[in-house]
Nanobody
Framework: VQLQASGGGLVQAGGSLRLSCVVSGRILSISDIGWYRQAPGKQRELVATIAGYTARSVKGRFTIAGDNTKRTVYLQMNRLKPEDTAVYYC?????????WGQGTLVTVSS
C-alpha cells in the first residue's frame, strides 16, 4: 500500500488549505484512514479520522472526508493558525500502520 499526501503549502494565519491523500494498493476501504501531523521537535499526533475522531486542537476548523471511488481522503483546514505548522501524513488509525509516505508540509505564517 502506498500513501501519497499532497496539497500543503505556505498560507497566512486565518487561511485555508485542502490536503489530499491518495491510497494505492490492496485495501478494501479507506474507512480506517486518518490524518496525522508532526511539528518540528514534536511527536506525531493524530488529527482526524474517517471514523469520527477529531483532535481538540483542530475541532471546528478541520474536516476530514473520503471518497472511496477515488481512494482519496481529504482534510479541509480552515482558520489555520501558526501552531498548525507541521508535516501532515495520512495512514491507518487502527491496527498496523502502512509504510509512511513523505507527507506534505503545511506552513502557517502569522
Amino acid at each position: 500500500v502506498q500513501l501519497q499526501a499532497s496539497g500543503g503549502g505556505l498560507v497566512q494565519a486565518g487561511g485555508s488549505l485542502r490536503l489530499s491523500c491518495v491510497v494505492s494498493g490492496r485495501i478494501l476501504s479507506i474507512s480506517d484512514i486518518g490524518w496525522y501531523r508532526q511539528a518540528p521537535g514534536k511527536q506525531r499526533e493524530l488529527v482526524a479520522t474517517i471514523a469520527g475522531y477529531t483532535a481538540r486542537s483542530v475541532k471546528g476548523r478541520f474536516t476530514i472526508a473520503g471518497d472511496n471511488t477515488k481512494r482519496t481522503v481529504y482534510l479541509q483546514m480552515n482558520r489555520l493558525k501558526p501552531e498548525d505548522t507541521a508535516v501532515y501524513y495520512c495512514n491507518r488509525d487502527v491496527g498496523s500502520w502502512y509504510t509512511w509516505g513523505q507527507g506534505t508540509l503545511v506552513t502557517v505564517s502569522s
